[in-house]
């Protein structure tokens, strides 16, 4: 599978849209761009995922390049409870999860 | 729909001892998996069932590590002896049968071996 790059942290006031950019510049052609985010002392709670195209459901937006070397999950009004490290993951089949981006979200 | 369900929650033993996992999946899931999940890192795939299969199980230390899931619903995990770096939070996950199908996690085992 292709290798994500996400930066270690970020902050994020409540209220406000949060963006966790994830860079994937290896995915191949078949390959899906998975987010899961894992809430303290919570296993991984699934996200979204997409292929190609920009993808919203009612935790979140996704929106890929249109080279699919880069994407971003947008998190439009982020609350306290959405304090948590969020993971992209590139998937073909198995997942493989990195370290993640640790998201505070601030009052 | 009840979620993944997994006992104990936590685990506190002393190295060369053994230890089990026990893990329900989402009723109707064929695929069963297990993570490991060290301290700051994310989750790394220990085994894959499917039903009462084994798909992949090449990340899985078989000297100490042992699973089954003899009739394809619960499954079970075991450590034996255990070490000091098994101290990790044992993950079980599920999903319907096929390809690319989303994974939903259990609240995980926290295991300290001491």
């Known amino acids: 599978d292709a290798k994500t790059t996400q930066p270690p942290s970020m902050d994020c006031a409540e209220g406000r849209a949060a963006n966790l950019p994830c860079n994937h510049s290896?995915?191949?052609?078949?390959?899906?761009v998975y987010w899961y985010r894992q809430i303290h002392s919570q296993g991984p709670q699934y996200i979204i995922h997409?292929?190609?195209n920009n993808e919203t459901n009612e935790m979140a937006s996704l929106i890929i390049t249109e080279d699919r070397k880069s994407s971003t999950l947008i998190l439009p009004h982020a609350t306290l409870r959405d304090t948590a490290v969020y993971y992209c993951i590139v998937r073909n089949n198995d997942m493989r999860f990195g370290a993640g981006t640790r998201l505070t979200v601030k009052p | 729909e009840a979620g993944v369900a997994q006992s104990p929650r936590y685990k506190i033993i002393e190295k060369r001892q053994s230890v089990a996992f026990w893990c329900n999946p989402i009723s109707g899931h064929a695929t069963l998996y297990w993570y490991q999940q060290i301290l700051g890192q994310g989750p790394k795939l220990l085994i894959q069932?499917?039903?009462?299969?084994?798909?992949?199980d090449s990340q899985l230390p078989k000297d100490r590590f042992s699973a089954e899931r003899l009739k394809g619903v619960d499954s079970t995990l075991k450590i034996q002896p255990a070490k000091l770096e098994d101290s990790a939070v044992y993950l079980c996950a599920s999903s319907t049968e096929g390809r690319m199908k989303t994974q939903y996690f259990g609240p995980g085992t926290r295991l300290l071996v001491l």
């Open positions: 997409g292929l190609k």
């Open positions: 290896t995915i191949s052609g078949n390959e899906y």
């Open positions: 069932f499917q039903n009462n299969g084994v798909v992949d």
